[in-house]
């Protein structure tokens, strides 16, 4: 009887001291992970879909670190990410108006505008108090309207998958994922292995305030062969304006939860190649009638609409500008930032906004 008590209380004795060292081996993991010369030699974590979101939360952080806030902030797409240049815009804005702006660059791949309002709404709004969202389009990305349903991709990340459950929950796991870092940092070293033996390497490289350019090389003829030949063949009037209705309604999502959270929302046609548009028959009269439509509803919803190209897809054909179709090179997201500061220059002084405003907002 003494033998089998004593069994048992070894038993127990050792089972508490694997459970003291397991814990204190996570725990000093946990202290590891937290330090940022121990992340800063590990491989991006893969909590998002793609570790490029990591890419822009960690420059966004240091952005509000070192700024003290962030005053505009552009969403959307690849196209956002390439061809929207922030250090350059805030010179720009500075130039023409004194007022010393913070902006940044939120474009992620492959989403649509109901995509671009799920991470604005779950993922900037939640690290960054904006003043000003920019959010640019083009006008495949307000046509589609099955390509914004379809969320597989997004679901494979832990914290996105969370977001489609606003449960009790989905928000508790969420938190947990955010806040322990042996959580965040799950399947790190899967996701690094598999970019190395599919030699997919993460070559996305993103500056200070979220820019990526995208390509070194500028548009060619055989790179326009190659484009055309695979999947950018010109647009052409045979896709009707009547598909823009579930885009303008993702639009409106996003629009109403800037108004809630007093932010002002600005809408910006990205301008593509004008070879997309006037190389097909009926090609400018689909541009004409897409611009219409985006103004259109920029009436409706009382907010401001920018197009660089004034109507005309000419006016952004120079192949220099660009390293695809609709990506721009570092020569031709200059050009269109700088256009872009003057609209907006002129908006903030004729908003009444002032130098000592933007100051205020970095102490507040």
Not at 193 to 201: A, G, M, T, V
Request: proline content about 3%; overall charge positive.
């Amino acid at each position: 009887m003494l033998y089998k008590t004593n069994t048992k209380q070894f038993r127990f004795n050792l089972f508490s001291k694997v459970v003291v060292v397991t814990l204190a081996l996570l725990s000093f993991a946990e202290i590891l992970l937290h330090l940022d010369d121990v992340r800063n030699h590990l491989p991006e974590p893969r909590p998002y879909y793609s570790d490029n979101v990591e890419k822009r939360l960690r420059a966004l952080n240091n952005t509000i670190a070192e700024k003290g806030k962030i005053d505009l902030l552009f969403i959307g797409s690849s196209i956002v990410r390439t061809n929207f240049k922030p250090l350059f815009f805030d010179k720009k804005i500075y130039e023409k108006t004194g007022i010393p702006v913070v902006s940044f660059n939120g474009g992620l791949s492959d989403l649509s505008p109901d995509r671009v309002r799920l991470y604005f709404e779950n993922f900037f709004l939640k690290h960054a108090s904006p003043r000003i969202v920019l959010q640019g389009i083009r006008y495949p990305e307000l046509k589609s309207s099955s390509e914004a349903e379809d969320y597989k991709r997004f679901r494979k990340g832990c914290i996105e998958r969370a977001w489609f459950n606003q449960s009790l929950f989905g928000k508790l796991k969420v938190f947990a994922i955010e806040n322990i870092q042996l959580l965040y940092y799950k399947g790190m070293l899967t996701a690094a292995l598999q970019r190395f033996y599919s030699f997919n390497q993460s070559i996305i490289k993103i500056d200070t305030r979220g820019y990526n350019m995208q390509d070194g090389s500028n548009l060619s003829d055989a790179k326009r062969k190659s484009l055309v030949d695979a999947v950018e063949s010109p647009y052409s009037d045979i896709i009707y304006v009547k598909n823009y209705h579930k885009g303008f309604s993702h639009l409106k999502r996003t629009i109403d939860i800037c108004k809630k959270q007093g932010i002002d929302y600005v809408l910006v046609n990205v301008p593509e190649h004008g070879d997309k548009f006037l190389n097909a028959e009926g090609g400018k009269r689909l541009y004409d009638l897409y611009i219409s439509e985006l103004k259109k509803f920029a009436n409706q919803e009382s907010i401001l609409l920018i197009d660089t190209t004034n109507s005309n897809p000419d006016s952004y054909r120079n192949d220099r500008d660009y390293s695809d179709y609709h990506h721009m090179s570092v020569a031709g997201a200059e050009r269109f930032t700088k256009e872009l500061a003057s609209v907006i220059s002129v908006y903030l002084l004729e908003n009444g906004v002032v130098a000592k405003d933007f100051r205020r907002s970095c102490k507040s």
